[in-house]
């Protein structure tokens, strides 16, 4: 399966992100891969020397497993850039993009893309009045994996309006995006990149034991089952794999991304709004494009493997850097 002749990989994950431990489960399940395919592997868990630590490695390739900031926001993309090192997944503009909820609007809806209403909020603004009708939901503007998400109900445990020493993501961050509540299932595609282009790998539909789908259900097995594929109706699968894959294209995703929805099932296909798109995917036991590989016939070796090829191929195509985003 691997490239002739073997690249060397750095594997570059942890760093100091919410989702560190995360990352260390994917990077480690990478490296794994990468040198059942044949290919010699560094493993580097991110530290402030990681410039120094990469020059000193002088990899073909970084597979980057990092999830979160700075990892996933363009600044490791942009240090990797100037050093003139390939890497997995996308560039610095789609990553700056990406990772930011209103920008992903701002990018996505204008390309026929539904995605919820809302706007940004001061956290301060929440101790005076609620921003929008009950219930609505808050999240952090630029983090990964539901984490910090918020769902706001008349039967939340938090105030009317929210006290001020509630828990809640208002005492972690300044700012907040309020989008609308969207009743109805949690459904996920993901995308990959091959030699013959972008392509949706299918849908699962994530059913949790209570609450909603956030970073305890995501990682913590038992939590949540995935039905994969979903079971749900042809029109909103092929809309789903349709968003997704058109997402990929619009933000300028490279290597693999995922596309998460609410559906409102009551409502057919104007029910379905797209929430965000995932530029660095998790590579865990329990991570979701691995599993829908698999379904499409893709085992986890060959994910690896397609994910490094594309970083080489988009290196070689702009001449050094990650130039080719489409955003």
Known sequence: MTSKPPLHVVVLMGGWANERE????SGAGVADA?????????????????????????????????????GEDGSVQGMLDLMGI???????????????????????????IPMPG??????????????????????????????GVAIITDDSNVGNPIARDAAGP???????????????????????????????????????DQGFYDYE????EGRTQHVCPAQIPPEITALCEEYALKAHVVLGCHGTSRTDFRWDDEAGEAGLFV?????????????????????AGIGY???????????IRVHKFDGGAHGSDQA
């Open 118 to 147: 809302g706007r940004i909020v001061r956290s301060e603004e929440l101790f005076e009045r609620d921003p929008l009708p009950r219930p609505y939901v808050l999240k952090p503007v630029n983090e990964g994996s539901s984490v």
């Open 217 to 220: 259900h995501k990682y913590t």
């Open 275 to 295: 929430l965000e798109t995932n530029t660095q995917p998790g590579m865990t036991p329990l991570s979701l494009v691995p599993e829908q590989a698999r379904h």
């Open 170 to 208: 208002w005492q972690q961050f300044g700012e907040l995006l309020a989008e609308p509540f969207i009743k109805g299932r949690e459904l996920t595609a993901a995308v990959i990149d091959s030699a013959n282009g972008p392509r949706a790998l299918g849908v699962t539909e994530l059913i949790i």
């Open 22 to 25: 995360v990352s260390l489960m």
């Open 34 to 70: 990468l040198e059942m395919n044949g290919h010699r592997v560094t493993s580097i868990d991110m530290g402030r020397d990681v410039a120094q630590r990469l020059a000193e490695a002088k990899p073909d390739v970084v597979f980057n497993a990092l999830h979160g900031v700075p």
């Open 301 to 311: 070796a060959e994910l690896v493997e397609l994910i490094v090829m594309e970083a």
């Open 86 to 112: 390939a890497y997995t997944h996308s560039g610095l503009a789609t990553s700056v993009i990406a990772i930011d909820k209103q920008l992903t609007k701002q990018a996505l809806v204008p390309n026929g």
